[in-house]
């Protein structure tokens, strides 16, 4: 993502994620508030979700379509960050658009939130974009700065839908086609039917069974993995 010298936050790798490799099922218009955002004028969204929803991929979508315009883009997720990175916040002006994730790991650290309300606030001044996600709907947030509130409920907050089995369901296949597996239907269905049913959950049984599989040289069926889940359970 395009970044001037002078910042002083610790970046990670930049993720590839893409608005069109994101499974809508019933969060289309979601997604279109959020395209137009990062295309259209200078706003402030609240995104909240539970863990798993695609909060992450949908700032890091969101940042990678802005670079692709040229636009200066800068992804953050204080929850992974220390305090002193807090003061690297100050040089994000000029950015055309912030996208902080997981701003609910913030509450509490005030260091963190005072570089954040005044952040938010130099960037408003200066026409920049804000995204920022939560698990957490911004009603049910306590800030120890209740200004930083203030701020967030400026601009359009929306809420991440779950996905239905059929959505849940194309998240796996298209994480099995990355990364070169056949996974037939019906270890699909047994996936979707055994244990845990939210995402992250699912991708990381899906995973285990991929390792499983490639370890010991065998094809992706029900009874492998079946094995493989019996033996998480145990």
Not at 45 to 60: A, M, R
Not at 66 to 91: H, K
Not at 192 to 201: E, I, N, Q
């Given at each position: 993502?395009?970044?001037?010298?002078?910042?002083?936050?610790?970046?990670?790798?930049?993720?590839?994620?893409?608005?069109?490799?994101?499974?809508?099922?019933?969060?289309a218009?979601?997604?279109?508030?959020?395209?137009?955002?990062?295309?259209?004028?200078a706003?402030?969204?609240?995104?909240?979700?539970?863990?798993?929803?695609?909060?992450?991929?949908?700032?890091?979508?969101?940042?990678?379509?802005?670079?692709?315009?040229?636009?200066?883009?800068?992804?953050?997720?204080?929850?992974?960050?220390?305090?002193?990175?807090?003061?690297?916040?100050?040089?994000?002006?000029?950015?055309?658009?912030?996208?902080?994730?997981?701003?609910?790991?913030?509450?509490?650290?005030?260091?963190?939130?005072?570089?954040?309300?005044?952040?938010?606030n130099?960037?408003?001044?200066?026409?920049?974009?804000?995204?920022?996600?939560?698990?957490?709907?911004?009603?049910?947030?306590?800030?120890?700065?209740?200004?930083?509130?203030?701020?967030?409920?400026?601009?359009?907050?929306?809420?991440?839908?779950?996905?239905?089995?059929?959505?849940?369901?194309?998240?796996?296949?298209?994480?099995?086609r990355?990364?070169?597996?056949?996974?037939?239907?019906?270890?699909?269905?047994?996936?979707?039917?055994?244990?845990?049913?939210?995402?992250p959950?699912?991708?990381?049984?899906?995973?285990?069974?991929?390792?499983?599989?490639?370890?010991?040289?065998?094809?992706?069926?029900?009874?492998?993995?079946?094995?493989?889940?019996?033996?998480?359970?145990?």
């Amino acid at each position: 993502m395009a970044v001037t010298q002078q910042i002083l936050l610790p970046l990670e790798g930049r993720r590839p994620d893409r608005f069109e490799d994101f499974v809508a099922g019933e969060n289309a218009a979601l997604l279109n508030a959020l395209q137009e955002l990062v295309s259209g004028d200078a706003q402030c969204l609240f995104l909240s979700g539970p863990v798993g929803s695609g909060k992450t991929h949908l700032l890091n979508a969101a940042c990678n379509q802005a670079c692709e315009m040229d636009r200066q883009a800068f992804y953050i997720a204080p929850g992974r960050l220390n305090e002193q990175a807090a003061a690297g916040l100050a040089e994000l002006d000029h950015m055309d658009l912030v996208c902080v994730d997981d701003i609910d790991s913030c509450i509490g650290q005030r260091v963190w939130e005072e570089a954040l309300f005044h952040c938010f606030n130099r960037l408003r001044d200066a026409g920049g974009s804000l995204v920022v996600s939560s698990s957490t709907p911004l009603s049910g947030l306590t800030f120890s700065l209740p200004d930083l509130a203030s701020r967030l409920a400026w601009g359009l907050r929306l809420q991440l839908q779950p996905l239905d089995d059929a959505g849940k369901a194309e998240v796996l296949q298209r994480w099995a086609r990355a990364h070169d597996i056949n996974l037939p239907e019906d270890v699909l269905s047994y996936l979707l039917s055994r244990g845990p049913r939210d995402l992250p959950s699912l991708l990381d049984r899906l995973q285990a069974l991929r390792h499983s599989a490639l370890s010991a040289k065998r094809k992706i069926t029900v009874p492998l993995a079946r094995e493989v889940l019996q033996s998480q359970e145990s």
